[in-house]
T-cell receptor
Framework: GQQLNQSPQSMFIQEGEDVSMNCTSSSIFNTWLWYKQDPGEGPVLLIALYKAGELTSNGRLTAQFGITRKDSFLNISASIPSDVGIYFCAGRGSGNTGKLIFGQGTTLQVKP | EAQVTQNPRYLITVTGKKLTVTCSQNMNHEYMSWYRQDPGLGLRQIYYSMNVEVTDKGDVPEGYKVSRKEKRNFPLILESPSPNQTSLYFC??????????FGPGTRLLVL
């Protein structure tokens, strides 16, 4: 079945540093989504990507839909303490169920 | 405000006592889904619905039931809860090919 590999698994960085994380798939996706989850809360949508090569920004966050349609990355610039949390990628393939495949998450910690 | 709501947010129950977790969305989305999240296992889909009266099993449907009688509501039913259903549950909704929006979660403890 479809699998997503998300890396890194965790990051511990200094406030002000830039962050990069990525997801790769074993198969082609038509949609890539990036979410952030705070402990005990629901995932919150950060960025949605629908076209290969698409580059989209949301404030200090930038995400890209890879040209091969098998990968996506998320960058966070000038990190701040409230960026702490778990970041998930999710992808949707060409099946007719609308099902999302989720990465395992990247835990981000920011040292003030 | 566009949102997905779940109730209750926290629930402690005992083995075998039927319970229902409600989910409602106000975005007129066709697609709704239930997930459970467990440490080390990530988000796993329980059931999903493509539209009213259309439901199907996800990856971990055993022990759960759902119904979709109205577009906005998608309740999750545990007929006879067991301790291995202790988990954090999320409802989500979307247009069929759009981004999913998640509810705040329901933390369930089955004793």
């Amino acid at each position: 079945g479809q699998q997503l590999n998300q890396s890194p698994q965790s990051m511990f960085i200094q406030e002000g540093e830039d962050v990069s994380m990525n997801c790769t798939s074993s198969s082609i996706f038509n949609t890539w989504l990036w979410y952030k989850q705070d402990p005990g809360e629901g995932p919150v949508l950060l960025i949605a990507l629908y076209k290969a090569g698409e580059l989209t920004s949301n404030g200090r966050l930038t995400a890209q839909f890879g040209i091969t349609r098998k990968d996506s990355f998320l960058n966070i610039s000038a990190s701040i303490p409230s960026d702490v949390g778990i970041y998930f990628c999710a992808g949707r393939g060409s099946g007719n169920t609308g099902k999302l495949i989720f990465g395992q998450g990247t835990t981000l910690q920011v040292k003030p | 405000e566009a949102q997905v709501t779940q109730n209750p947010r926290y629930l402690i129950t005992v083995t075998g006592k039927k319970l229902t977790v409600t989910c409602s969305q106000n975005m007129n989305h066709e697609y709704m889904s239930w997930y459970r999240q467990d440490p080390g296992l990530g988000l796993r889909q329980i059931y999903y619905s493509m539209n009213v009266e259309v439901t199907d099993k996800g990856d971990v449907p055993e022990g759960y039931k759902v119904s979709r009688k109205e577009k906005r509501n998608f309740p999750l039913i545990l007929e006879s809860p067991s301790p291995n259903q202790t988990s954090l549950y999320f409802c989500a909704s979307s247009s069929v090919w759009g981004a999913q929006y998640f509810g705040p979660g329901t933390r369930l403890l089955v004793l």
